[in-house]
């Protein structure tokens, strides 16, 4: 094994780390305590990962060991033949072990393995911005499904002509906020839209936000101070995505601790035909918008001490240009650019979405200077 190998050194503390960890989670006292539980849970698979790397790493240094004595003391042709190849071999494996080890010790953000609220709000352009808002749903819907992710309408207003005004809806699955989280932020459409007589290109615009969704201990909220109201539910037309019953509105006064004013928050679920689930994905949004509120002077103080421009936080940022006439979607970022745009509007954002976490955990590395 080479001496004063950095990364190794780095990993030391880890692996007593990972076995003090190893040995709480089957603690009975840790497991009542739900929250510990659930935080040791994440950092015991983390560091499961972690240790699989350090001890392939570890192979592969002894095998470049073993090769260079076998090169060096050997005489025998064929033995020295095997470990010429044991040497390439292991050689071009070491940097990418590297690699993997350098990405997997950035620090990450805790609310990375949550699941989130999503929502979709038609900007400047009218009618024409209405439909973009309903091409960018489409396309999560199928990026979603691809990931076999699960997507639910949490409540929804039509376009005029079609899309959407706007569209709240959750998505629940493996590691959906550390994925989506990059997709905050100003998406501008330029096109003829149909509605356009004279042929004409058009700008328009839809907001996206991609908030985490807070876990109940997370979020203090006193439910007796909730309103309740019910109505009944149903949308314009047979295209209406969302025609349900059993509509719950909730009105909460919630003081924000940063300025000390009170402000009532109004949250509507129409999603399912089941009052009580509405009752409580009603409640999951109360929490969720109350921890993205809460949190939002965390998110502009990482923003302030990281100035990467992949995930500021800040959602009234331009991002993100899908442009009609040229088949282009052009990520301003990072300048990355597909020439494939139906394509990604029919879910295929993975490689946009691969280009802006290099690019983050890039940033990162420079910071942590591993």
Known sequence: MADNNSILQKLEGLESRFEEVST???????????????????????????????????????SIKEAKDILANESDAEMKEMAREQLAENEAVQPQIEEEIKIALIPKDPEDGKNVQME??????????????????????????????????TSVSEGAVG????????VSGDNVYGTLKYESGVHRVQRVPATETQ?????????????????????NINEGDIKWDTFRSSGAGGQNVNKVESGVRLR??????????????????????????NKERALSRLRTFIYDREH??????????RKTLVSTGDRSAKIRTYNFPQGRVTDHRIGYTTHDLQSFLAGNIQDMIDALTVAENAERMKETEL
């Open 24 to 62: 709480l989670i089957t603690d009975p006292e840790v497991i009542a305590d739900q929250q510990r539980f659930v935080k040791l849970t994440k950092e015991y698979k983390d560091l499961s990962d972690i240790m699989d790397a350090r001890k392939r790493y570890i192979n592969c240094l002894e």
């Open 120 to 153: 979709i709000r038609a900007g400047a352009g009218g009618d024409e911005a209405a439909l973009f808002a309903g091409d960018l749903f489409g396309m999560y819907k199928k990026f979603c499904e691809s990931k076999g992710w699960s997507l639910s309408v």
């Open 163 to 170: 899309g959407f005004k706007e569209i709240d809806f959750a």
């Open 199 to 219: 042929g004409r290109m058009h700008t328009s615009a839809a907001t996206v936000a991609v908030l985490p969704e807070a876990d109940k201990f997370e979020v």
């Open 252 to 277: 909460y006064p919630w003081k924000n601790p940063n300025t000390g004013e009170v402000e009532e928050i109004l949250i509507e679920c129409t999603e399912t035909r089941d009052q009580p689930k």
């Open 296 to 305: 939002q002077k965390y998110i502009d103080d990482i923003a302030n001490r």
